[in-house]
């Protein structure tokens, strides 16, 4: 068996009380957030024993198991505890799970982002189910006096062979929590899974079906007050003054109208802090449908903001952020990005002598791709409840970065960092715009002002008008053939506002002997952020429709001519720091071939083809395209997947399916546009977001089975199918296309 080093938890975490039924808890301080009424105190077992900062096992045998990370609809709120479950050898219908509270003192990045929980969390939650193995094993080998060795498990049963003793981890349990924790486990041979590889259900399922209260706009408390806010209409304007404000706090059920500063002057954001208007107006009342109307009569005067700079503690080390002045549109955004065409920028990546090769190429192939700005639209709008007083901030809601925002809330408002509480609640999507947290922070300061506990609510024209898009991105590819079809140069230059979408040790970085990649990028007051599959999310698709187009021109089959160029890189790479596994980028386009019977060509069926490595795994995608009414429609998308062991299928195929629906929905319809710096789309009635009528009519997702530790899930299926979108939209209609969306790009017509 594998052996892991403890790293965390001895038993002087562990603390006593008593309850009211006359049993006792052994518990850890943090979960002193987890409030429990006397009724629900009297249903609980006699004695409950927390073995470390992931479990939980009752004298009944029930076991809790906390889940760490914050649950977005990824099901880590499941497949954490399955790790955990699995390497206790416990039956998993008797598992209890519950979202743990913020305590990094006990868990490992209480983050989700990066598609990374599941990746991060794997050892620990390995080492966390052993350890509560190996300890009740140590006290039943003790109560039975007998050899450590000759003591089993089985479905949350302790076994001894010889004498036929057995006995349930309940019945250990008392003993266990005495046991000294080790200082190394065991962990099981992967063949020896039972729970990890199966499906299991969603331990949230039922309670989200039938209604019950899990994410934060459920969240209420007894006198609680409502917050909108009302924000600039423009990004470059600021707030000015109010004209109406005494009017509007005489309106029925309107408590007050004030403005705030959600950063003060000569603060050092941290990374998550983004935000395009630091202050912003607020009307606190009693009901929505009060503070809804008082927000809508409200006057507010703004200015045009002056440049300034942001000191930013980035992820690796700070630096300082230049926010230009003036109102910025869509139109202006263009030309500034054509114009980087033909300037000098920065030389990312260098092999061999691309001029060169460019100047005796026998082909040459040129192509230029875009993308807009992009809403998030989670399907929960922004909020959070904050109950702020001098000694201490309780705050209650749905955020992806709770960890970061502890940090934050406490430097703004002058606390200490254990003096705020931040509870998680299930989040109603995130994508990447919950990574940014100004909205707690702003209902921490609401909450003070007032002296009330609060709960912030953003309208969708809040969350869309507010800012924290995708960025916009233009790239140029650009590949030279010698005489005989071979790609014998390669050259990328991409950029966009505010970043650059460029990875240049990506495939087909390695694979050829003269490559050239280059990046810039343009400033701008628009506020941007992660969405789903960062960067990847646009370059993935450019670079995969641009390779496609490279095999038409050299005559070979699309699939075998990545293939061969990812045999080059197995082989005989170029350079040393090439990001990707060429066996395993290779491993998911063989099996996609298969899985697809690509060389089946079938009438009426129109294919494109894709594959992309991100977030640690690797993705491709055959996509079917048929016309139907004239019009091309997704018939189906074939998906293979290698992101290492899947913890749980069900929910894996899941995810996989969401991300391609996705992908295929933003590249098809959506985009934010600006006119001197007002959003042009601020609800649905403007924004295009895909219909359940236009997604792909069928899915097959296939894993490569393997037993590498789990990478990324959650965003690598996104990228890829933009590619395979584009390719197959080629061959139904004849046209191809490099501006998304696809829709407003060329009609989409056969």
């Known amino acids: 068996m594998q052996r892991a080093k403890i790293s965390y938890g001895r038993r002087s975490f562990i603390q006593k009380s008593s309850l009211v039924s006359g049993g006792l808890m052994i518990g850890f301080p943090w979960l002193a957030s987890c409030e429990m009424s006397a009724a629900k105190v009297k249903t609980l077992p006699k004695e409950w024993f927390e073995l470390n900062g992931f479990l939980k096992i009752a004298d009944n045998g029930l076991i809790t198991i906390m889940s760490p990370n914050p649950e977005i609809g990824q099901n880590i709120k499941t497949s954490m505890p399955m790790i955990v479950a699995e390497e206790l050898d416990a039956k998993w219908d008797n598992v209890i799970v519950e979202q743990a509270p913020l305590n990094t003192a006990i868990f490992k990045r209480q983050l989700a982002g990066g598609s990374q929980s599941i990746r991060q969390g794997w050892e620990s939650l390995r080492m966390a189910g052993a350890t509560a ?19 089993s498990t089985d479905a949350g049963m302790l076994l001894h062979e010889s004498s036929g003793k057995k006995a349930s981890y309940g019945e250990m349990a ?13 962990l099981k041979k992967i063949k020896d899974f039972k729970i990890i590889g199966s499906s299991r259900k969603n331990v949230d399922g039922r309670k989200i079906v039938t209604g019950k209260p899990l994410f934060g706009l459920d969240y209420k408390k007894e006198g609680m007050l409502i917050a909108m806010i009302v924000h600039p209409p423009a990004f470059g304007q600021q707030l000015k003054s109010f004209l109406n404000a005494k009017q509007v706090e005489n309106m029925p059920g309107i408590k007050a109208v004030f403005s705030i500063e959600t950063q003060l002057e000569d603060y050092t954001k941290q990374w998550c802090d983004t935000d395009s208007f630091n202050e912003i107006a607020v009307v606190v009342g009693e009901t929505t449908w009060q503070v809804m109307q008082a927000k809508n009569a409200l006057e507010v005067q703004w200015e045009n903001a002056p440049e300034r700079n942001e000191k930013i503690n980035g992820w690796s080390e700070p630096y300082l952020a230049k926010v230009p002045f003036g109102l910025e549109s869509t139109a202006d955004h263009q030309q500034k990005m054509i114009s980087m065409d033909s300037r000098q920028v920065k030389t990312e990546r260098q092999d061999g002598n691309p001029k060169a090769m460019f100047k005796k190429a026998a082909k040459i192939i040129e192509r230029t791709y875009t993308c807009p700005y992009l809403a998030h639209n989670t399907m929960e709008p922004m909020n959070f409840f904050a109950d702020v007083t001098d000694k201490k901030a309780t705050l209650v809601g749905p955020i992806q970065t709770p960890e ?13 960092l254990e003096k705020v509480d931040i509870q998680m609640t299930r989040m109603g999507g995130g994508f990447g715009r919950r990574l940014y947290g100004h909205f707690l922070t702003e209902a921490a300061v609401i909450s003070k002002t007032v002296k009330a506990p609060i709960k912030l609510v953003y309208t969708r024209e809040d969350d869309m008008s507010q800012g924290i898009y995708r960025p916009t991105y233009r790239a140029i590819y650009k590949a030279a053939l010698d005489k005989n079809n071979n790609l014998i140069a390669f050259h990328v230059k991409a950029g966009g506002i505010p970043e650059s979408p460029l990875a240049a040790n990506r495939f087909p970085a390695g694979a050829v002997d003269h490559y050239l990649a280059e990046s810039w990028q343009i400033e701008s007051n628009i506020s941007t952020g992660a969405f789903r599959a960062p960067r990847s999310n646009f370059i993935a698709g450019a670079e995969q429709a641009f390779l ?6 050299s005559g070979k089959d699309p699939i075998q001519f990545r293939l061969d160029l990812l045999q080059r890189a197995q082989d005989n790479p170029v350079g040393k720091n090439n990001d990707y596994d060429a066996a395993r980028y290779a491993g998911v386009l063989k099996l996609v071939r298969e899985k697809a019977d690509w060389q089946l060509k079938r009438e009426g069926i129109h294919r494109g083809v894709s594959a992309y490595f991100c977030h640690n795994s690797y993705v491709a995608n055959v996509l079917d395209m048929v016309i139907e009414n004239g019009k091309p429609v997704v018939d189906k998308v074939f998906c293979t997947v290698d992101c290492g062991i899947v913890i749980n299928p069900d929910a894996a195929v899941n995810l996989s399916e969401g991300g391609l629906v996705d992908g295929i929905g933003h590249a098809l319809y959506s985009a934010m546009s600006f006119k001197e710096g007002v959003p042009e789309q601020q609800n649905f009635d403007t924004y295009r ?31 890829p199918v933009i590619g395979a979108l584009a390719n197959a939209l ?14 407003t790009d060329k009609p989409l017509v056969g």
């Open 133 to 151: 193995r190996h300890m009740l094993i140590e006290a039943a080998a003790k109560t039975w006096n007998v050899a450590v060795e000759e003591v």
């Open 174 to 186: 008392s003993a266990a929590a005495d046991i000294e924790v080790p200082e190394s486990v065991a």
């Open 404 to 416: 970061a925002m502890e940090k934050s809330v406490a430097s703004r408002l002058g606390l200490p």
């Open 548 to 553: 496609d187009e490279v095999a038409e021109l």
């Open 689 to 719: 977001l895909i219909r359940h009528t236009e997604a792909p009519k069928r899915i097959q997702v296939d894993f490569v089975q393997n037993q590498i530790a789990p990478t990324g899930l959650g965003e690598p299926t996104f990228p």
């Open 730 to 743: 080629y061959r139904a209609t004849g046209r191809r296309y490099y501006n998304q969306p696809f829709v």
